[in-house]
């Protein structure tokens, strides 16, 4: 076996206006925000969730690693390379047995020193709270071990994987496995990362303050206010009066536009990682052939995506972006926008409006579907949109728009028909981790789609090391997902970061959006 060693290489609303209004939020042409206790950022973003536990859920996860609260082992570069993070260096001769160093001096934000025996605290809690059910986190989609051993004289962690695992800092890299303080995690969520969590009003507000212990070089800002926001056109109001000084994801088409267009802001954009999907729950009424594939046909993905959400999706067809190198071009998609064609297909299979009241049955069942939303990255537009289409072609729809966790609570366990999704498709640097929401062994969080054909290619996805072998497996997925209707695409999003020019810098939106606050954002010279 090929050995491989690798060293470290790189390292407005009412609420909102009140909340705001004890902040120092002035408009105008403030070089930064400083008060008594220094300097200051208020950054506005969509509520993803109300815990920053890795093993809530995954949008929880995302919510550690963004506010710059934890770190991972490894970590994305700008370029989307695997970079070196709490793991300082590893070593491994057959891809199953992992010996990682954990770098030295790392202190968690509350002090308490970052070990070995911590970090393997940190990933048995993560792995015991998915198979007792205290967790929705499943970090077992990507990697299961067999042993982790710590051995804090040596500064090492010894992971003995499942089954060869090619990718292992890849998937380390992903948010689930973000490294906790687990001697107080029964009382709060301390990470390693450059700042921390000094309150929190839920729904409202995430108070930040500076990590004075913090490992990788200077922290920019002595405190920062996380304001949740959940309509874009109000946080773009609060950056142009100066209420907050950044802000993520300004969805409204006519907002953004403006924001690029005057120099007094600054609109950091990235594209092509990112998928925009519905689920559908095979386990229901869309476990149908002739009814998934008919609401392919109805949908025109070009209009919602060009007119609906006014751009900010690129249509496609698969699963992994157009952007990426995955051979989109080698796909066929038979299920084209033709309305004509759905109407006819679901004729054909007898599911017909029968009793006259202007919705199909299905079994001697009037078709109601039950399609949650929630409204980040104009998902409930999308949804919104798709139930129009639907109900015009006879086939029940109602739209519910939840927050994240209430909807992510209900996908996994299996309350809906259909529902919105937008995720990066590389989660650990490739497509295999999210290919894998449709294997079966995998796939009840995501509607219970099985397909043996799939399962094979995946399988044996997860084996090849050879890089052509994998494009060609990949391709396959791809198609045999197509050609199953096992989901609805709507298109591919690009993600942005809007700040006042005069106030902020270095507010570049990474393509792993897994990063948000980071020691690169500071105010400006």
């Given at each position: 076996?090929?050995?491989?060693?690798?060293t470290?290489?790189?390292a407005?609303?009412?609420?909102?206006?009140?909340s705001m209004?004890?902040?120092?939020?002035s408009?105008?042409n403030r070089?930064?925000s400083?008060?008594?206790?220094?300097?200051?950022?208020n950054?506005?973003?969509y509520?993803?969730s109300?815990?920053?536990?890795?093993?809530t859920n995954?949008?929880?996860?995302?919510?550690?690693?963004?506010?710059?609260v934890?770190?991972?082992?490894?970590r994305f570069?700008?370029?989307?390379?695997?970079?070196?993070?709490?793991?300082?260096?590893?070593e491994?001769?057959?891809?199953?047995?992992?010996?990682?160093?954990?770098?030295d001096?790392v202190?968690f934000?509350?002090g308490?020193?970052?070990?070995?025996?911590?970090?393997?605290?940190?990933?048995?809690?993560?792995y015991a709270?998915?198979?007792?059910?205290?967790?929705?986190?499943?970090p077992?989609?990507?990697?299961?071990?067999?042993?982790i051993e710590a051995?804090?004289?040596?500064?090492?962690v010894?992971?003995?994987?499942?089954?060869?695992?090619v990718?292992?800092p890849?998937?380390?890299?992903?948010?689930w496995?973000?490294?906790?303080?687990?001697?107080v995690?029964?009382?709060?969520?301390?990470g390693?990362?450059?700042?921390?969590?000094s309150?929190?009003?839920?729904?409202?507000?995430?108070?930040?303050?500076?990590?004075?212990y913090?490992?990788?070089?200077e922290?920019?800002?002595d405190?920062?206010?996380?304001y949740?926001?959940e309509?874009?056109?109000t946080?773009?109001?609060?950056?142009k009066?100066?209420?907050?000084?950044?802000?993520?994801?300004?969805?409204t088409?006519?907002?953004l536009?403006?924001?690029?267009a005057?120099?007094?802001?600054?609109?950091?954009?990235?594209?092509g990682?990112r998928?925009?999907?519905?689920?559908?729950n095979?386990?229901?009424?869309?476990?149908?052939?002739?009814?998934?594939?008919?609401i392919?046909?109805a949908?025109?993905?070009e209009?919602m995506?060009?007119?609906?959400?006014?751009?900010m999706y690129?249509?496609?067809?698969?699963?992994?972006?157009?952007?990426?190198?995955?051979?989109?071009?080698?796909?066929?998609?038979?299920?084209?926008?033709?309305?004509d064609?759905?109407a006819?297909?679901?004729?054909?299979?007898?599911?017909?409006?029968?009793?006259?009241?202007?919705?199909?049955?299905?079994d001697?069942?009037?078709?109601?579907?039950?399609?949650?939303?929630y409204?980040s990255?104009n998902?409930?537009?999308?949804?919104?949109?798709?139930a129009?289409?639907?109900?015009?072609l006879?086939?029940?729809?109602?739209?519910?728009?939840?927050?994240?966790?209430t909807?992510?609570?209900?996908?996994?366990?299996?309350?809906?028909?259909?529902i919105?999704?937008?995720?990066?498709?590389?989660?650990?640097?490739?497509?295999?981790?999210?290919?894998?929401?449709?294997y079966?062994?995998?796939?009840?969080?995501?509607g219970?789609?099985?397909?043996?054909?799939y399962?094979?290619?995946?399988?044996?996805?997860?084996?090849t090391?050879?890089?052509?072998?994998?494009l060609?497996?990949?391709?396959?997925?791809?198609?045999?997902?197509?050609?199953d209707?096992?989901?609805?695409?709507?298109g591919?999003?690009?993600?942005?970061?809007?700040?006042?020019?005069?106030?902020?810098?270095?507010a570049?939106?990474?393509?792993?959006?897994y990063y948000?606050i980071?020691?690169?954002?500071?105010?400006?010279?």
């Amino acid at each position: 076996m090929k050995y491989l060693k690798q060293t470290a290489a790189a390292a407005l609303a009412a609420v909102l206006a009140v909340s705001m209004a004890g902040c120092g939020g002035s408009g105008g042409n403030r070089s930064a925000s400083v008060s008594e206790s220094g300097v200051h950022l208020n950054f506005s973003c969509y509520n993803y969730s109300n815990s920053m536990d890795p093993v809530t859920n995954v949008n929880a996860s995302w919510c550690f690693l963004r506010y710059g609260v934890g770190e991972c082992l490894f970590r994305f570069d700008e370029n989307a390379v695997v970079q070196n993070g709490l793991c300082d260096s590893y070593e491994t001769e057959d891809y199953t047995t992992w010996v990682l160093h954990i770098r030295d001096g790392v202190k968690f934000s509350n002090g308490n020193d970052l070990t070995p025996g911590v970090v393997k605290n940190s990933l048995e809690r993560l792995y015991a709270s998915e198979a007792d059910g205290t967790g929705n986190s499943t970090p077992s989609q990507y990697v299961t071990f067999s042993e982790i051993e710590a051995d804090d004289e040596a500064g090492t962690v010894t992971l003995v994987c499942s089954s060869r695992t090619v990718n292992l800092p890849g998937i380390l890299a992903y948010p689930w496995y973000g490294i906790v303080d687990t001697s107080v995690i029964d009382r709060e969520v301390i990470g390693t990362g450059p700042y921390g969590v000094s309150s929190v009003q839920e729904n409202t507000t995430v108070n930040l303050v500076k990590n004075e212990y913090y490992w990788d070089g200077e922290v920019p800002y002595d405190s920062i206010t996380v304001y949740l926001t959940e309509d874009s056109s109000t946080k773009a109001m609060a950056l142009k009066s100066g209420d907050v000084d950044l802000a993520e994801n300004i969805t409204t088409a006519s907002d953004l536009e403006e924001l690029k267009a005057d120099p007094a802001y600054y609109v950091s954009e990235t594209a092509g990682v990112r998928l925009g999907n519905s689920y559908f729950n095979f386990n229901g009424v869309l476990g149908n052939d002739a009814l998934r594939q008919a609401i392919q046909y109805a949908i025109d993905d070009e209009t919602m995506c060009n007119v609906t959400v006014g751009g900010m999706y690129t249509a496609g067809c698969s699963v992994l972006p157009s952007s990426l190198p995955y051979g989109y071009d080698q796909l066929n998609d038979p299920w084209a926008y033709d309305p004509d064609k759905a109407a006819e297909l679901l004729d054909s299979a007898g599911i017909v409006d029968t009793d006259g009241d202007g919705y199909r049955e299905l079994d001697g069942e009037k078709i109601q579907l039950n399609y949650l939303a929630y409204s980040s990255r104009n998902l409930d537009e999308f949804a919104q949109a798709v139930a129009i289409t639907l109900e015009s072609l006879g086939i029940g729809c109602k739209v519910t728009v939840q927050d994240y966790d209430t909807a992510l609570a209900n996908q996994s366990a299996g309350n809906f028909d259909m529902i919105t999704s937008n995720a990066i498709v590389v989660p650990t640097g490739d497509p295999t981790g999210f290919l894998g929401n449709f294997y079966s062994e995998n796939s009840a969080a995501y509607g219970y789609y099985a397909n043996d054909t799939y399962d094979a290619l995946y399988e044996q996805l997860l084996e090849t090391t050879d890089q052509d072998e994998q494009l060609g497996l990949i391709v396959q997925l791809q198609q045999v997902l197509i050609d199953d209707a096992a989901t609805l695409v709507h298109g591919y999003y690009n993600s942005t970061f809007a700040s006042r020019a005069s106030v902020v810098s270095g507010a570049d939106i990474m393509p792993f959006d897994y990063y948000w606050i980071t020691t690169n954002i500071r105010p400006a010279q």
